[in-house]
């Protein structure tokens, strides 16, 4: 079984923090982030789409430069 990281996030057996997949959902991570990310996206929008939509490259980055 995989530890738990920093903020809650895993880590998989060499270590490394699990990063979000492509594939999650913007309703997703409103319940980690709050109802107010991605504030006029819609809930079923895919994280790899919106990163694309915002010019990000990760959710770490997305974060940072759109999420206050």
């Keep these: ?6 903020d809650g996030r ?3 057996k060499t ?3 699990d990063k979000k ?4 959902l913007v309703g997703s991570l409103r319940k980690t982030y709050g109802e ?3 504030a006029g ?3 079923d929008m895919m994280l790899k789409t919106l990163l ?3 010019g990000t490259e ?3 980055e997305y974060l940072r430069k759109h999420h206050k």
């Design 36 to 38: 107010h990310f991605a």
């Design 41 to 43: 996206r819609r809930k």
């Design 15 to 17: 270590g490394r923090i």
């Design 52 to 54: 694309v939509e915002t």
């Design 58 to 60: 990760s959710l770490h």
């Design 1 to 6: 079984m995989a530890k738990k990281g920093l």
């Design 10 to 12: 895993h880590r998989d």
């Design 21 to 24: 997949h492509g594939n999650t």
